[in-house]
């Protein structure tokens, strides 16, 4: 809308300024210290502080903890380590490729601190069948691991297994990780994990042979096990990374994922819909068990190994993953979160009413866009979001849609600008993509796109600063932004 000033108190249809990056989340191994890691064993943290050993539940690889080892150096059988994930834990210490620790009850995920258990310093993290909701700090911190190169493998159960009677089951916690984080809640997955409890079946996996969850180095998957399990409803339009591999009987699609994969920033994600298939019948006394993992109508062995290998980037090599850094290899995917900007604020970091749904401007597609200037006096703006870049990936692509009116008249002055800028951790200017000004009003959007390649390895800051003159409004309007890389 050609010279259009806008009002400043217009953030009543702005959606309320939330989720900033935490400070420091963004951790980047060095190249040394990627190198140096290549040759050691894929590291694995199993969850243990959210109740999974709440009444008959025993998901746990040892009662030794943090360190299996402690029970057992060279386990070569299920009983060596006691717990009812203990042939899981086995199965992978005896590869030798494989460093495995538990976080105890009482201890909090963490990621960039300096314990030794700290996320930072595993390449993949286990939740099986939490029973108790994650704080704000542990799922900013699960989150930013993910986006960062880490694996996540999460295990759910049927809605209502509340095994400690707080309220809360592993389906609500996991969703509410999913929705309710300050990282990226606009579904970072792109699936939700279903309130059912389905009694019994045994989901058939696709038929895929280059999927290496399903063909991996520890056995081909056929079929999995539901003993009171859940299942998933798959996003594609959200992240278009996300793939079932195994449906209860009669569904496919979008509909009915008993098992699925997903990626999201430069990390890997994986996700089952029960318990039972992990549980190996042996564990602590008390407990009621049943051993799913050598059900013989199913391959639930083969599909919890692939799925740990793969997480830790270690499918097809037999090296050492990069952890929450980066991974071995690189998956196709759009790094920016909320980049069409219709959850407000959240994932952006923004000076105040930028990210807005007013009609005085209009958004390319959906109800939300950003906003900067427009304010017809001296005002600066600025819109930025921090992203890591996986260093495997060739391919990587900023592109925005930019809309840009004005009031000024001159043809030869640029009075406003909009400068498109990379910066470090450190805040220091490494490119400026480009310059926009005045002089580029033009009507509609029009796409901007910027190669990103040589920054593969990276953890930058995007970043838009709008600089708006004394007088005569100029508008820079954005939309549906994304850093594709693969």
């Given at each position: 809308m050609l010279g259009l000033t806008r009002p400043r108190h217009r953030l009543a249809t702005v959606l309320t300024v939330c989720g900033l990056l935490a400070t420091g989340a963004a951790v980047q191994a060095t190249t040394a210290a990627t190198e140096a890691h290549a040759a050691t064993p894929h590291r694995v943290l199993f969850d243990n502080a959210h109740a999974e050993t709440a009444g008959n539940a025993d998901w746990i690889i040892s009662t030794s903890?943090?360190?299996?080892?402690?029970?057992?150096?060279?386990?070569?059988?299920?009983?060596?380590?006691?717990g009812a994930l203990s042939s899981w834990g086995v199965a992978l210490q005896k590869t030798g490729n494989y460093s495995l620790k538990t976080l105890p009850s009482g201890s909090s995920l963490s990621y960039g601190g300096s314990s030794?258990?700290?996320?930072?310093?595993?390449?993949?993290?286990?939740?099986?069948?939490?029973?108790?909701?994650?704080?704000?700090?542990?799922?900013?911190?699960?989150?930013?691991f993910v986006k960062n190169g880490g694996?996540?493998?999460?295990?759910?159960?049927?809605?209502?297994?509340?095994?400690?009677?707080?309220?809360?089951?592993?389906?609500?916690?996991?969703?509410?990780?999913?929705?309710?984080?300050s990282v990226d809640?606009?579904?970072?997955?792109?699936?939700?994990?279903?309130?059912?409890?389905?009694?019994?079946?045994?989901?058939?996996?696709?038929?895929?042979?280059?999927?290496?969850?399903?063909?991996?180095?520890?056995?081909?998957?056929?079929?999995?096990?539901?003993?009171?399990?859940?299942?998933?409803?798959?996003?594609?339009?959200?992240?278009?990374?996300?793939?079932?591999?195994?449906?209860?009987?009669?569904?496919?699609?979008?509909?009915?994922?008993?098992?699925?994969?997903?990626?999201?920033?430069?990390?890997?994600?994986?996700?089952?819909?029960?318990?039972?298939?992990i549980d190996d019948g042996t564990g602590q006394s008390g407990n009621t068990l049943y051993d799913g993992w050598n059900d013989s109508g199913a391959t639930n062995a083969a599909l919890a190994l692939n799925a740990?290998?793969?997480?830790?980037?270690?499918?097809?090599?037999?090296g050492g993953g990069t952890g929450g850094g980066g991974s071995t290899s690189c998956t196709a995917a759009q790094l920016l979160g909320n980049n069409g900007f219709e959850s407000g604020s959240t994932t952006w970091t923004t000076s105040s009413g930028v990210i807005t749904n007013s009609s005085s401007e209009s958004p390319r597609t959906g109800s939300y866009y950003a906003w900067l200037d427009g304010y017809g006096s001296a005002h600066t703006d600025t819109?930025?979001?921090?992203?890591?870049?996986?260093?495997?990936?060739?391919?990587?692509?900023?592109?925005?849609y930019l809309h840009i009116d004005t009031a000024e008249t001159t043809t030869s002055t640029a009075y406003d600008t909009l400068k498109v800028q990379l910066l470090n951790s450190s805040g220091t200017v490494l490119s400026t993509l480009a310059t926009y000004s005045n002089l580029n009003a033009a009507g509609g959007y029009t796409q901007r796109s910027f190669n990103l390649a040589?920054?593969?390895?990276?953890?930058?800051?995007?970043?838009?600063?709008?600089?708006?003159?004394?007088?005569?409004?100029?508008?820079?309007?954005?939309?549906?932004?994304?850093?594709?890389?693969?």
């Open positions: 903890q943090p360190d299996p080892l402690g029970q057992d150096s060279t386990p070569s059988a299920e009983t060596d380590w006691t030794a258990l700290d996320l930072k310093n595993f390449d993949t993290l286990v939740l099986p069948e939490p029973n108790t909701l994650f704080t704000t700090a542990e799922k900013t911190a699960i989150m930013n694996g996540l493998f999460m295990i759910s159960d049927h809605t209502g297994a509340d095994r400690n009677n707080d309220g809360y089951d592993a389906v609500e916690i996991l969703n509410d990780l999913m929705t309710n984080n809640s606009t579904d970072p997955f792109g699936f939700s994990i279903d309130s059912l409890n389905i009694t019994s079946g045994y989901p058939a996996a696709i038929s895929d042979s280059t999927d290496p969850v399903l063909h991996g180095s520890f056995g081909t998957v056929t079929k999995s096990l539901i003993a009171n399990g859940t299942t998933a409803t798959l996003k594609p339009s959200d992240n278009s990374s996300v793939k079932g591999l195994v449906y209860r009987s009669g569904y496919s699609g979008n509909t009915g994922a008993f098992f699925l994969t997903s990626a999201f920033g430069s990390g890997r994600v994986a996700f089952w819909g029960d318990s039972s298939p740990t290998e793969w997480l830790s980037g270690a499918s097809g090599s037999s819109l930025s979001q921090t992203v890591t870049i996986p260093s495997a990936c060739t391919s990587a692509t900023l592109s925005f040589s920054y593969a390895g990276q953890t930058v800051t995007l970043k838009f600063t709008g600089t708006e003159g004394s007088s005569l409004q100029t508008s820079f309007v954005l939309d549906d932004t994304a850093l594709n890389v693969s």
